[in-house]
């Protein structure tokens, strides 16, 4: 059994129909890439999943139970995490504080309103691990809004991996980032275990390739062809979708 | 909301400083109000610190809402006043127990802060500081208009309270230490809430509430549970106000006493508990001694307010923190 389905999922804002009847399965432990020109409802999909939108009609099933419109903190309960291209971050906070609300969140600490925060030093520590696996050891008490754009997006990263998904939606993980930083953040995806599920939207064809096991191409609200890698590139739908004509996307 | 959290991301060697010269100066702060009235301070300013500490309680409480959570609320003194109305009504009919008509008057904001946020916490920025608005001068007009219970425009009179069937709360020197002990417990409590994993929490919906939704915490719940922790210390701050004035007036929930109170806290540093104390005591003192000069004092104090806030959005303990690490980079 698929561990993520939805069905027939439409969305329209006002007289626009962002999405006009998505249908795709995820199963536990894949990578799927999801991949489309701009507008054709990547980052809505994402938010309907995370549970930030409602769905105009449709469902949502996660292990087969319907979820469809949870908030995003009952998702988040089941494991679902999304990530944000913009404004994902605590700014005001140090860096390792963004993690530790995450780790918060988790163990579900956040209502501890009379225990000294000496206490929870044990927190500190779980946090600088995670920051040392996204390379921000030596970042953690500088404020998050200091950080360089690049280590905005692995800080990014850190918080949703600190919640320890299931399911975890990077929307564009390496947007805006330099070669080298783009290329640390591929290494690091392909090595999370395969416990966790990934869905990414991507653009790079270069990182689908490394990370996707499988992907979806999204074209005007619907999901146009899915399959391995290889197989949606040589897709000549594929490449009419990207160029309007033969060539293939890079 | 960057600068007033300026001292919060500084460097942790910095911190350990700071963190030090706080405990110092808190503790010297403390034992000069401990000492000062077996040294002859005139009564005039014993009443002046009285209210002082009353209204550093008051403002404090609204800056667990304001500076750590990021709800700037209009609304604020409905639950000093329902504090005070509650607790006088409780003295006047019931017992004159301090005990027990702190707790009534306790219980009865913080229902009110239940149903009040409930409604409130929907909202944000601008309409969230709109309707609590709109509450609090709902409470002004029932603390107004219902002369049966409240009095009316003629307030309250209030009998003397007894702690444990002592009469002990008659003078002013008893007062004074009643309400420094009151004082002392708030600030530690809030100060721990402040730094608990629930004020963590609370700094996080501040930064970024829709980003605190996403991992998986329930905002508007966090929301909710502070707006009525912050209506609980308002309220204590009204009881400890309307028990030792012997009387309470509807004017205590207007809204001018909210913005007042706002005032207070911008002036002295939201995001931070001593920052609302140096608020609370700069502007009742120079309340105090400009309108013995001038009937044209809130005009001086608008002004003051104005060049501080133009100088220093994080206030005086922001200019204060400022300068402290000029100080230091100078010297070292």
């Not at chain 1, 963004?98 to 209502?111: C, D, E, F, K």
């Not at chain 2, 040294?39 to 609204?62: C, Q, T, W």
Request: aromatic share 10%; charged share 15%.
């Amino acid at each position: 059994m698929s561990q993520l389905a939805v069905e027939e999922i439409w969305k329209s804002f006002g007289g626009f129909h962002a999405l006009g009847g998505v249908t795709l399965s995820v199963a536990s432990g894949e990578r799927r890439a999801i991949i489309g020109v701009n507008g054709a409802g990547k980052s809505t999909f994402f938010s309907i999943i995370g549970g930030q939108l409602r769905p105009t009609s449709g469902r949502v099933l996660l292990d087969g139970e319907q979820v469809t419109g949870l908030p995003p903190h009952k998702m988040w309960a089941r494991g679902v995490t999304r990530t944000f291209q913009r404004n994902a971050i605590f700014p005001g906070l140090d860096v390792r504080q963004n993690v530790r609300l995450a780790i918060l969140a988790r163990r579900r600490m956040g209502s501890r309103i009379l225990a000294g925060a000496g206490r929870h030093s044990h927190i500190d520590d779980e946090a600088d691990a995670i920051l040392g696996r996204l390379e921000l050891c030596g970042r953690a008490n500088v404020a998050a809004c200091d950080l360089a754009y690049g280590e905005h997006r692995q800080l990014e990263i850190a918080i949703a991996l600190a919640g320890e998904p299931r399911i975890l939606l990077l929307d564009e993980p390496t947007a805006g980032m330099s070669p080298a930083e783009t290329q640390a953040m591929v290494a690091m995806l392909a090595q999370l275990p395969r416990t966790l599920t990934l869905l990414i939207v991507e653009h790079d064809m270069d990182v689908v390739f490394a990370i996707a096991d499988s992907v979806s191409v999204l074209h005007q609200g619907r999901v146009l062809v899915e399959g391995s890698p290889s197989e949606v590139q040589a897709d000549p739908r594929v490449a009419e979708v990207y160029f309007g004509q033969v060539e293939a996307p890079q | 909301m960057a600068e007033t959290t300026a001292i919060a991301t500084t460097a942790p060697a910095d911190r350990a400083v700071a963190r030090r010269l706080g405990w110092s100066v808190g503790a010297a702060v403390l034992v000069g109000l401990v000492v000062a009235p077996q040294f002859g301070l005139p009564p005039y300013i014993m009443s002046l610190v009285i209210e002082v500490m009353i209204f550093a309680i008051f403002a404090m409480s609204l800056d667990l809402l304001l500076g750590y959570t990021g709800l700037v609320s209009l609304g604020h003194a409905a639950f000093f006043a329902t504090g005070s109305y509650a607790a006088g009504l409780a003295a006047k009919f019931l017992t004159h127990e301090l005990v027990v008509t702190t707790v009534i008057g306790l219980v009865v904001s913080m229902v009110l802060a239940v149903a009040i946020g409930w409604l409130s916490i929907r909202l944000s920025g601008f309409y969230f500081l709109m309707i609590t608005f709109a509450f609090g001068q709902m409470i002004y007009s029932v603390a107004y208009r219902w002369n049966w219970l409240t009095g009316g425009s003629d307030g309250l009179n209030i009998p003397a309270a007894t702690f444990f069937g002592a009469h002990v709360l008659g003078s002013r020197l008893q007062i004074y230490y009643t309400v420094l002990v009151g004082f002392v417990i708030c600030f530690m409590l809030m100060r721990r809430i402040v730094g608990s994993p629930f004020g963590e929490v609370l700094a996080g919906i501040r930064e970024n509430p829709r980003r605190m939704r996403a991992i998986g915490f329930d905002v508007r719940g966090y929301r909710l549970a502070v707006f009525v922790i912050g209506a609980g210390f308002a309220a204590f701050a009204g009881i400890l106000n309307a028990q030792f004035n012997f009387f309470v007036a509807p004017d205590s929930a207007h809204w001018t006493e909210s913005a007042s109170v706002l005032v207070m806290v911008l002036v002295g540093g939201a995001g931070t508990l001593v920052g609302p104390v140096i608020g609370a005591g700069v502007v009742i003192m120079l309340q105090n001694w400009l309108s013995s000069y001038t009937q044209y004092w809130s005009l001086f104090l608008g002004l003051l307010f104005i060049v501080l806030i133009t100088i220093a959005r994080d206030g005086i303990l922001g200019l204060a923190g400022r300068g402290w690490q000029r100080l230091r980079r100078g010297v070292a």
